[in-house]
């Protein structure tokens, strides 16, 4: 069965360095998202991606957050400069057609990142 | 405003017993889709069921059940003969199919099973 994969899994990095977080959708998905849970919280949208531009955008997706589709499979998320604040863990989505109509997005194992 | 509620932070039920999750949605949109997710200790999404606006029937699979009330802007979520591997945290969620596709979680309510 398809899936949406993630890398890496954990990524541990310094206050205000640069990561980008890699996603892989599912084959035929046109759709894509970004979601961050930080620890013990719920689940928060970021960021969807259609047609190689931003959607929509949450007002946590601000200028440090960047993403890109660099070749037409992989969808990466990226922190410019990270800070304390970022540390959650990050899922991204995918789904075949946007809108909840049809589009059910599937989720990745996500990735843990730890600014220290 | 879109918003999901889930008023039970924690609950905690000896293993077999019956136990029902809540889930309080507000839209403004006739059309949507409403979600439960699970997630275990290990901390992936994994998908449980989706039901639209416009299916209130309830729906059963193995021993889970789902109660949709439109009227009370309700989706909640029943573990019937609860097992120790049910011990995770349950996301209730909703999309807004007419005006984006982001979807909105609530804060999630963490199960224990205990033996």
């Known amino acids: 069965e398809p899936e949406v994969t993630q890398t890496p899994s954990h990524q541990v990095t310094q206050m205000g360095q640069e990561v980008i977080l890699r996603c892989v959708p599912i084959s035929n998905h046109l759709y894509f998202y970004w979601y961050r849970q930080i620890l013990g919280q719920k689940v928060e949208f970021l960021v969807s991606?259609?047609?190689?531009?931003?959607?929509?955008k949450s007002e946590i997706f601000d200028d440090q957050f960047s993403v890109e589709r660099p070749d037409g499979s992989n969808f990466t998320l990226k922190i410019r400069s990270t800070k304390l604040e970022d540390s959650a863990m990050y899922f991204c989505?995918?789904?075949?057609?946007?809108?909840?109509?049809?589009?059910?997005?599937?989720f990745g194992p996500g990735t843990r990142l730890t600014v220290l | 405003a879109q918003k999901v509620t889930q008023a039970q932070t924690e609950i905690s039920v000896v293993e077999k017993e019956d136990v029902t999750l809540d889930c309080v949605y507000e839209?403004?949109?006739?059309?949507?889709?409403l979600f439960w997710y699970k997630q275990p200790p290990s901390g992936e999404l994994v998908f449980l069921i989706r039901r639209n606006s416009f299916d209130e029937q309830n729906e059963i699979s193995g021993r889970y059940s789902w109660n949709f009330q439109k009227s009370t802007s309700s989706f909640n979520f029943t573990i019937t003969a609860s097992q120790v591997v049910d011990s995770a945290v349950y996301f209730c969620?909703?999309?807004?199919?007419?005006?984006?596709?982001?979807?909105?979680f609530g804060k999630g309510t963490r199960l224990h099973i205990l033996p």
């Open positions: 989505a995918s789904s075949e057609t946007g809108g909840g109509i049809l589009g059910e997005q599937f």
């Open positions: 991606f259609y047609n190689n531009e931003i959607s929509e």
């Open positions: 969620a909703l999309v807004d199919a007419n005006r984006d596709d982001k979807i909105i």
């Open positions: 839209t403004r949109d006739t059309t949507y889709y």
